[in-house]
DNA sequence: AATTATTTGTTAGTTGACTAATCATGTCAA
DNA sequence: TTGACATGATTAGTCAACTAACAAATAATT
């Protein structure tokens, strides 16, 4: 992904209105600096995660395990859930795997299938960075009100219902 | 980057709050909205931009030289606005050059130094896609009013101004 | 003036995503 | 019941990002 730093200045945009018509200002200044922040956050979250030697994909598969109640699942599974092909999921599992977070367990009914299983050490893993998580993302939240918050989840829905036409054939 | 697919329900956000108290939901709930839809739209964006065989990193650096007035920058310039390393600007002119959409032009200065101009191809490339990626943007932004969309940036900057002490070292 | 430090861009090697092909297993239908 | 197809996970190979080390050129220092 990419990181934009350098969003148009009004001058910029101007010259650009000029050349392309069809831009709508207010609109590509929201799409952008929405990008924007989207990407600074995930930066960000990498950042705080590889202190304590996770990666996000990583994470959230053990989040994703932690929230089955058996605390396992399938790669497949994990991999439609946390947006990854499977083939990464193989690679994300190999490597939580040899650090001793999570185990693959055969299935008996079908030999294809595994389940992947939290183990005790990948609990204590979560446990240790969880709570400092939780409350890194409410001072981010602070700055924002809880009937604040309902209404700026409202416009992201708005605008994310319409993100698969962004980049639909026609 | 990850592309969460799987917002947690409130079962499984009750499971979190249980065995870690500090968890703030709304604020958990805002953060991992504003998180996806972010990623959401930049893999939109990068799957439109493909359709025009350009990708993400590609096409910010043809649109950042198109923004100087003399469609002119320095590597480490463009590296730094579109948030890469100076390694991955020299991959990624490579291959504009190799296209033929931007040109190596040495500095008579100053022999460490290079510009990187915009060719007519280059522009001609842009002028193929913004109309259209300008008229998505504007379809994308459509269900917000005005007024939405000042309200929307203020909430986004308000979040973004913690962005980076979500990683901080304490 | 000569040495040291800094700056600019590139190269080399690693990482973690991806797609496509493969292997093993299971299912279904003629 | 066997041949064709479907499914689950892995392997192989590619791609674009990264860091670290580098060469060349310029600037600064003594």
Redesign the pocket.
């Known amino acids: 992904?990419?990181?934009l730093r350098d969003l148009p200045t009004p001058a910029i945009l101007d010259k650009f209105v000029q050349r392309y018509p069809d831009a709508d200002v207010t609109a590509v200044v929201t799409f952008l600096h929405l990008l924007r922040a989207g990407t600074d956050l995930s930066f960000a979250l990498d950042a705080y995660l590889q202190q304590h030697a996770l990666?996000?994909?990583?994470w959230w598969v053990l989040i994703l395990l932690m929230r089955e109640s058996s605390n396992t699942a399938?790669?497949?599974?994990?991999?439609d859930k946390a947006?990854?092909?499977?083939?990464?999921?193989?690679?994300?599992?190999?490597?939580l795997e040899r650090d001793g977070l999570v185990e693959?367990v055969p299935?008996p009914?079908?030999?294809?299938?595994?389940?992947?299983q939290l183990t005790a050490a990948g609990q204590a893993k979560l446990d240790e960075v969880m709570p400092d998580y939780y409350r890194r993302v409410r001072q981010l939240m602070q700055p924002l009100s809880e009937s604040e918050r309902k209404v700026f989840i409202e416009l992201l829905d708005k605008i994310q219902a319409g993100a698969s036409s962004l980049s639909a054939p026609l």
Chains 1, 2 share one sequence.
């Open positions: 992904m990419l990181q990666l996000q994909g990583r399938a790669p497949s599974v994990l991999a947006g990854v092909s499977r083939a990464t999921m193989t690679g994300l599992i190999d490597g693959r299935d009914e079908d030999r294809r299938r595994l389940a992947i």
